[in-house]
């Protein structure tokens, strides 16, 4: 028997599977341009946040697409007293958050505070120069924090004696984009800028040359 007239030639299955080639090809563009479209938050946000203290492209690196995102900070008190705050909140429940604040307290309890009650607490450090910072790695403490030592004005004579520093600490909430080293050390330069701009704000007494970073964590694991 002859084959059917009906039959398709290998031109038109060829030509058949093309368009179905194109149409998924379309549809994925489509989707994902209806996705980047619904998830922009992120990209909205102002290139620089907070005063200066965090870039968009620190917090894009962070945390997951959302569909809408929020910047803000404040400030309170002065000198001795000053506490610097900013926070970056997305519409799918993750967050990057920090301060700064200026607070009598010694190197070795801002360690001990981190490392928590019997040095329990994994952490991994850098320095340069009096400025040191710090990383949590234990899961789920996504926590890094720095210490600059501050001779703030206007310290009240009972605390006249006391070590004074600026710490600053940033920390994510929710669901995260970054895990491991590339999160720390972005939580890390967050937390710096922050301590940064705080000690400008206290009018530290003692003039500081600040690095433009700090060592990285990769070279100090």
Not at 48 to 61: F, I, N, P, Q, Y
Request: charge should be positive; glycine fraction near 10%; include cysteine.
């Amino acid at each position: 028997m002859g084959k059917s007239q009906n039959s398709p030639t290998p031109l038109t299955s060829w030509r058949n599977t093309r368009v179905v080639l194109l149409f998924l090809v379309v549809l994925g563009l489509f989707c994902g341009a209806g996705w980047t479209f619904l998830n922009k938050g992120l990209y909205l946000l102002p290139g620089k946040m907070c005063e200066g203290t965090l870039e968009r492209d620190m917090v894009k690196s962070v945390l997951p697409a959302a569909r809408s995102a929020d910047s803000g900070s404040d400030n309170q008190g002065a000198g001795y007293d000053l506490t610097f705050w900013c926070h970056v909140t997305t519409s799918n429940d993750s967050s990057i958050s920090g301060e700064a604040r200026v607070q009598p307290t010694s190197r070795e309890k801002w360690l001990a505070y981190y490392r928590g009650s019997g040095g329990q607490n994994r952490i991994i450090r850098v320095s340069v120069g009096e400025i040191e910072a710090l990383a949590q790695v234990d899961p789920g403490a996504d926590t890094s924090s720095v210490y600059v030592p501050c001779a703030p004005p206007g310290v009240p004579s009972y605390n006249a004696s006391q070590p004074y520093a600026v710490v600053g600490e940033a920390r994510i909430h929710g669901p995260a984009k970054a895990t491991g080293v590339p999160l720390r050390q972005t939580l890390t330069d967050f937390a710096y800028q922050l301590a940064k701009h705080a000690y400008k704000l206290a009018e530290c007494k003692d003039p500081r040359d600040f690095p433009e970073a700090l060592p990285r964590y990769e070279n100090n694991r």
